[in-house]
């Protein structure tokens, strides 16, 4: 089974709906990410939990609301989608830096492709 | 802040090829140094890392050394296969900095 998890894989809707994408991992993590890849602009982060009270904005946060039910979900809503959000959606887990380990190897789920028309 | 650059534009070589994409990067402090590798349709996955100066990482034939001299980590493969068709991201994340700053990416099209 995949370590991370991400529904639906592919989803179209259109301009004003709301929508929920989620996220769960196998691997215990504490620190889970949402990003968006749009072609020749790599991976942008939007929002990023270190544990279920912890939520910070990233780099495109603007139009986007997280929710972190538990350790292991994180959940992306578009609270009223426009085109411009049409992307390729990733989760990624990772574990806390330590002085052994004191970098930050993200793990990602396999994307959810979303169009808005 | 931290940032990545890649060379631009997609790469397209021959099998058996010698295939390098060049990374540089701007980052306070000893930063740790990545590439991950995306294959068509999947997300992206780790393929090398390096974690201080002059280490060189590899993995799958690839390789790449973290020159602090020139702010580099410039991923190279001797001989490239048709299952090396990928984009490539250079990644770095700083000690007490929670995220990895990615490069564009590079989409490499290996031909036989």
């Known amino acids: 089974d995949a370590d991370v998890t991400q529904t639906p894989r592919n989803r179209i809707t259109k301009t004003g709906k709301r929508i929920m994408l989620e996220c769960s991992q196998t691997k215990g993590h504490d620190r889970m990410y949402w990003y968006r890849q749009d072609p020749g602009l790599g991976l942008r982060l939007i929002y990023y939990?270190?544990?279920?009270?912890?939520?910070n904005k990233g780099e495109i946060s603007d139009g986007y609301s997280v929710s972190r039910q538990a350790q292991a979900k994180f959940s992306l809503s578009l609270e009223s989608a426009i085109p411009n959000q049409t992307a390729l959606y990733f989760c990624?887990?990772?574990?806390?830096?330590?002085?052994?380990?004191?970098?930050?190897?993200?793990?990602f789920g396999p994307g959810t492709r979303l169009t808005v028309l | 802040g931290d940032s990545v650059t890649q060379m631009e534009g997609p790469v397209t070589l021959s099998e058996e090829a010698f295939l390098t994409i060049n990374c540089t990067y701007t980052?306070?402090?000893?930063?740790?140094l990545f590439w991950y590798v995306q294959y068509p349709g999947e997300g992206l996955q780790l393929l090398l890392k390096?974690?201080?100066?002059?280490d060189k990482g590899s993995n799958k034939g690839f390789e790449a050394t973290y020159r602090k001299e020139t702010t580099s980590f410039h991923l190279e493969k001797g001989s490239v296969q048709v299952s090396d068709s990928a984009v490539y991201f250079c990644a770095l994340s700083r000690w007490g900095n929670n995220r990895l700053a990615f490069g564009k990416g590079n989409q490499v099209v290996v031909i036989p």
């Open positions: 990624a887990t990772s574990d806390l830096p330590d002085s052994s380990t004191p970098y930050n190897e993200q793990f």
């Open positions: 939990s270190f544990d279920v009270k912890d939520i």
């Open positions: 390096a974690t201080k100066a002059d």
């Open positions: 980052a306070t402090g000893y930063p740790s």
